[in-house]
């Protein structure tokens, strides 16, 4: 990193140790003098080695100055701060900052800078503001060479009966101390039925006055809210979700997700964990990650859109059966998996798809998504030129539709890798976060036992991809049908809310005659069932956008700042 001009030099104490502080429109570092007069290492951040620390000014959460008569540090007990004009401690100011702790989790540390000169004091606490809000004005790109914007006004939407009911907790404890101390304001709505948070935003929410929503729940609450948004932009743009034809408006607005859900495989998957503080951390830094979105139609009508996972046969089956066990929470998945593999049912249908083409790789090459990817930037520039150009692309010109008819254990597409707790590498380990593709998994019927070695894989480092009955193919567009084409009273059954065990027992009665298997599943979009089964699935690059910077290398979390002398 280039050499940045000081801005502020002072000898400061840190915990009665004499500090060298220095600042620069990109670091603040921190330098034990006795210390570094020993050695001449490099400054570090995180790991104090040879007593000199650093963080990035866009990783400072907020700057204070602290009051005299609060708890020291050291002791935790209460102390008379002393009024001699010589004692080097008598002003402070608090920086609070992220701090990588284990994979891919952040925390909000903090240091505390003494002084004895008020005015000095001032002027520190001063000039940082300064400098985190000139991180926004100037639209000053910042240590990862990405723009971040931080927001002021957040609307967060909390399911309290996501995962285990424990999303609104996880808010009050966790998160809205740390927005409040990075004096974010909140309007905060505890939904009170399915659905809620949806309507609210797509009818009646005031979003002018927010810079992001953030939703406290899982998939199945950011699939609300991701709705409620996309569905408004598209109104208030006067686009037509029912035609699959239509190029969908991006939405303004970023979404944050503090996870609290069963499964919370988007978070997962855009910020490398599940934690609700590192989530926070994102959100406050002001990230931004780019995200594709499938829509789901039935012929001309829309049905709904799918960020993560479109799976018929095995994931629709888990899920189907793990709705009636929500009562259990996030264990129910493993019992339906238990359950729905012991079954080993499998579909017939037929899957068209429209191949991606370019350099938008393969789902089998080892090159995954992480923060900066260069195959999104490129596609977020390709669809900068296209819409310049108002073309379609050739491969969508041309009608070069691939069609596999077949008997399948599951058809999975995963639009972003799904890596979830259950999975850390995912469904599709090299699938992107904002290409504007899906991964096409169809898993052809076999035995029990290779069935379960490919589940397995999912779980250790082996390739699940490398089986015989096993096919994946990234694409922009796919097509399902499946071979006993659905009658409308099945149709009618899941439309008017009969799903699960009801709709399922309904096709059991039907086909208990015959002794066959039910010849249909059901697609699982993101945790939700649909209420067809014949879809047609287009994706749309990049539509919207997420309080995250997706996953960081190995090495930036191991030693983030290697480089980083003052
Ligand atoms: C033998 C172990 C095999 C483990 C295989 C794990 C694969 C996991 C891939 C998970 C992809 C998840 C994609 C995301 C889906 C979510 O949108 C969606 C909704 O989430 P929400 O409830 O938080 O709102 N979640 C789901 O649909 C749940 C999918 C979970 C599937 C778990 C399957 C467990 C399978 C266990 C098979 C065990 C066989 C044992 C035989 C003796
Ligand atoms: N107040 C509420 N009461 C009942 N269901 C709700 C409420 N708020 C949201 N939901 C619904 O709960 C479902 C599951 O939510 P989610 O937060 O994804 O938890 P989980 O990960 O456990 O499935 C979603 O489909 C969502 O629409
Ligand atoms: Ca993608």
């Not at 002001?286 to 046969?313: P, T, W």
Request: hydrophobic share 35%.
């Amino acid at each position: 990193m280039e050499k940045q001009s000081r801005l502020l030099c002072s000898e400061l104490c840190v915990q009665r140790r004499l500090y060298e502080v220095t600042l620069n429109c990109a670091i603040l570092a921190w330098k034990d003098i006795q210390i570094a007069k020993k050695h001449t290492g490099r400054a570090i951040y995180g790991a104090v080695k040879a007593g000199s620390s650093c963080v990035p000014v866009c990783e400072i959460i907020a700057v204070q100055e602290k009051d005299d008569d609060t708890p020291c540090k050291n002791t935790g007990k209460w102390q008379k701060v002393p009024q001699s004009p010589a004692d080097p401690c008598q002003h402070a100011f608090t920086v609070f900052y992220v701090e990588r702790t284990r994979q891919h989790c952040w925390w909000c540390s903090n240091v505390t800078f003494h002084c004895s000169d008020h005015s000095l004091c001032l002027l520190w606490v001063q000039t940082i503001r300064e400098q985190l809000a000139l991180l926004n004005s100037e639209r000053r790109v910042n240590y990862y060479h990405t723009f971040a914007n931080r927001p002021k006004s957040l609307l967060v939407y909390i399911n309290p009966y996501g995962g285990k009911q424990r999303g609104k907790q996880i808010y009050d404890h966790k998160v809205a101390p740390i927005f409040s101390r990075a004096s974010i304001s909140t309007d905060v709505i505890v939904t009170e039925r399915a659905n809620h948070a949806r309507d609210h935003l797509k009818t009646e929410a005031d979003l002018k006055k927010y810079d992001g929503v953030v939703c406290v729940g899982g998939d199945g609450m950011f699939s609300e809210i991701m709705h409620g948004l996309v569905s408004r932009t598209q109104q208030e743009a006067g686009v037509d979700e029912n035609s699959m034809e239509e190029t969908l408006m991006p939405c303004g607005l970023r979404i944050g997700i503090i996870p609290a859900g069963s499964t919370d495989c988007i978070c997962y998957a855009t910020v490398g964990s599940n934690d609700p503080v590192t989530s926070a951390l994102h959100i406050i830094v002001g990230d931004s990650q780019a995200m594709d979105i499938c829509s789901v139609h039935n012929e001309d009508r829309f049905l709904r859109y799918s960020v993560s996972l479109l799976g018929y046969g095995f994931y629709g089956d888990v899920l189907t059966d793990s709705e009636r066990k929500r009562w259990m929470g996030p264990a129910r998945y493993d019992i339906s998996g238990v359950k729905t593999f012991l079954s080993h049912r499998y579909y017939e249908g037929t899957v068209s798809f429209l191949p991606a083409e370019g350099n938008l790789g393969s789902p089998r090459d080892k090159m995954q998504c992480r923060t900066g990817c260069s195959v999104c930037r490129q596609s977020s520039s390709d669809k900068l030129v296209s819409k310049n150009e108002d073309s379609v692309s050739d491969a969508e010109c041309q009608d070069t539709w691939t069609v596999i008819r077949g008997k399948f254990l599951a058809i999975n597409a995963a639009s972003m890798s799904c890596a979830c707790p259950r999975s850390p590498k995912g469904l599709s380990p090299s699938a992107h976060l904002a290409d504007g593709t899906t991964d096409l998994i169809l898993v052809r019927k076999c035995s029990r036992l290779d069935f379960l070695r490919h589940l397995l894989r999912h779980t250790n480092k082996d390739d699940q991809f490398d089986h015989s009955f096993v096919e994946v193919y990234r694409v922009k567009q796919f097509r399902f049908s499946p071979r006993y084409q659905e009658c409308d009273s099945e149709v009618d059954l899941r439309e008017s809310g009969v799903t699960g065990k009801r709709f399922l027992s309904q096709i059991c009665r039907e086909h208990r005659a015959c002794g066959c298997m039910p010849s249909q599943s059901n697609w699982n979009c993101d945790g939700e069932i649909l209420p067809h089964t014949a879809i047609q699935v287009r994706v749309h690059c990049q539509l919207i956008k997420l309080f995250a910077r997706g996953i960081e290398e190995q090495q930036v979390f191991e030693d983030p700042y290697a480089h980083c002398a003052i």
